[in-house]
């Protein structure tokens, strides 16, 4: 049978608290970050199914159990695919639980990574993180046996003297440094802007080699709760499914280490973290944390930088970036995100 299908309002609440009762049924809680969301209709008006998007990800999907075996989820996906579509989004990703990824395999979704009985990370290509990886591999130099090489994941927004002591400490240790540069643009900063604010900054250190990191290290489609701060085990679920995508990606480049700041100040980023020292040595891949890098006493870090820009300290960020950071903000290309920065009245993230 069909049903009617509709885009749910953010400022529908009574159609939301439905959904999320929909969604709890199944053990799923709605995601902060999305950007469209649906339902499916019975004839009297209750919502009987649900799904959302945000960027080129799928999630959030139940069907009531007392539609389950009706076909309902193939409408819903179909519909979400055919908005992605009207979006200009071709390849898209997909999360759902572990139990789930035969029935979304049927739908034409491949599997990257499934932690069992926790969560399943699904595409709709089924060569795309081969080709992803095959592209590294092409990126990169031919690793030689008793080369030491490692492996920083950088958002930098913006990029600080403590992200350039990172790499400069990974290059100083190792032969190889692959720095993967989080490519979705979700940040303050804009990806191209970070791009060239990284690469301008590891430009003096011949051995690292960066990268994109496309949609398959810590973005939001491979950490869908990266901003929830109030639930430990979802947190823990997605940084279980970054790790295990990170350990092929290691293995594909001969990655033996990675490193990590030491994070004061995230409550997610430090069970991240955690995940990380206690994951990857069983893939055989030490996780180095290094002390944040302080000046005058204060750690240095993108969201102080951040606060710096909006209270217009340059004092304090000419203390904590790089020049080729600090004169990036004094050109005209960067009054735009400055003025963005001025008005986010939280600008932790």
């Known amino acids: 049978m069909t049903y009617n299908i509709?885009?749910?309002?953010?400022?529908?609440?009574?159609?939301?608290?439905?959904?999320?009762?929909?969604?709890?049924?199944?053990?799923?809680?709605?995601?902060?970050?999305?950007?469209?969301?649906?339902?499916?209709?019975?004839?009297?008006?209750?919502?009987?199914?649900?799904?959302?998007?945000?960027?080129?990800?799928?999630?959030?999907?139940?069907v009531s159990a007392a539609h389950q075996g009706e076909g309902l989820m193939n409408q819903i996906v179909t519909h979400l695919i055919n908005e992605q579509f009207e979006r200009g989004r071709f390849h898209l990703f997909l999360y759902t639980k572990s139990c789930a990824a035969k029935f979304f395999s049927g739908l034409s979704f491949y599997e990257i990574a499934n932690i069992d009985g926790k969560i399943a990370f699904m595409e709709n290509r089924r060569n795309g993180f081969a080709d992803y990886l095959r592209k590294l591999a092409e990126e990169s130099p031919e690793p030689q046996a008793g080369q030491r090489i490692a492996a920083i994941v950088m958002n930098a927004n913006p990029f600080t003297l403590g992200h350039q002591y990172l790499v400069e400490k990974a290059a100083a240790e190792n032969d190889i440094v692959h720095l993967f540069m989080v490519s979705e643009d979700q940040s303050l900063v804009p990806f191209d802007v970070r791009r060239k604010l990284i690469l301008a900054g590891v430009a003096h250190l011949p051995n690292v080699v960066c990268h994109d990191s496309g949609s398959y290290i810590i973005s939001s489609a491979t950490f869908p709760s990266y901003f929830q701060k109030d639930d430990d085990a979802v947190i823990e679920s997605n940084a279980l499914v970054d790790v295990n995508i990170f350990v092929k990606i290691a293995q594909k480049l001969g990655i033996q280490r990675r490193y990590v700041g030491d994070e004061p100040f995230s409550h997610v980023t430090n069970i991240y973290n955690r995940i990380m020292q206690r994951q990857l040595p069983e893939s055989g891949i030490e996780c180095v944390v290094l002390q944040r890098k302080a000046v005058d006493g204060q750690i240095i870090s993108a969201s102080a930088v951040r606060?710096?820009?909006?209270?217009?300290?340059?004092?304090?960020?000419?203390?904590?970036?790089?020049?080729?950071?600090?004169?990036?903000?004094?050109?005209?290309?960067?009054?735009?995100?400055?003025?963005?920065i001025k008005r986010t009245s939280d600008v932790s993230h």
């Open 6 to 62: 509709g885009k749910v309002s953010p400022t529908n609440h009574k159609e939301l608290a439905e959904i999320d009762q929909l969604l709890a049924q199944e053990g799923i809680r709605r995601d902060q970050n999305l950007d469209y969301t649906c339902a499916m209709y019975d004839d009297e008006g209750n919502i009987i199914a649900t799904g959302s998007l945000f960027a080129d990800s799928l999630r959030c999907l139940a």
């Open 307 to 340: 606060q710096a820009i909006k209270d217009d300290d340059w004092e304090k960020l000419k203390s904590m970036l790089p020049v080729s950071s600090l004169r990036f903000l004094a050109s005209d290309e960067a009054k735009p995100i400055i003025d963005s």
